[in-house]
Nanobody
Framework: QAQLVESGGGLVQPGGSLRLSCAAS????????MGWFRQAPGKEREFVAA????????TYADSVKGRFTISRDNAKNTVRLQMNSLKPEDTAVYYC??????????????WGQGTQVTVSS
């Protein structure tokens, strides 16, 4: 069964860094775009970053440009999100997803369970 599992979340101070990982199993996702989304309590799920499957083009939400970096390793069937200069407004549950290269959540077919990121002093 295809599965995505996020890890690496936790509590960090403002200005700190975290690296989230997403491990895929059950099938290869080398021909899927991979994305990261996040959702804070009471808010809609929002796009964070995406990377294509072929030439590894990337796109980011304006709120994270210059701070976050998405990458993937198809040989290991993983995708990562490096998060630097974290702000309290980055606090959310972060979800890994696989699907079509897009900033829209409904273009993604597979989702992980999410990992909590809390940025607080």
């Amino acid at each position: 069964q295809a599965q995505l599992v996020e890890s690496g979340g936790g509590l960090v101070q403002p200005g700190g860094s975290l690296r989230l990982s997403c491990a895929a199993s059950g099938r290869t996702f080398s021909r899927y775009a991979m994305g990261w989304f996040r959702q804070a309590p009471g808010k809609e799920r929002e796009f964070v970053a995406a990377i294509s499957w072929n030439v590894y083009i990337k796109t980011y939400a304006d709120s994270v440009k210059g701070r976050f970096t998405i990458s993937r390793d198809n040989a290991k069937n993983t995708v990562r999100l490096q998060m630097n200069s974290l702000k309290p407004e980055d606090t959310a549950v972060y979800y890994c997803a696989a699907g079509r290269y897009s900033e829209k959540s409904d273009e993604y077919d597979y989702w992980g369970q999410g990992t909590q990121v809390t940025v607080s002093s």
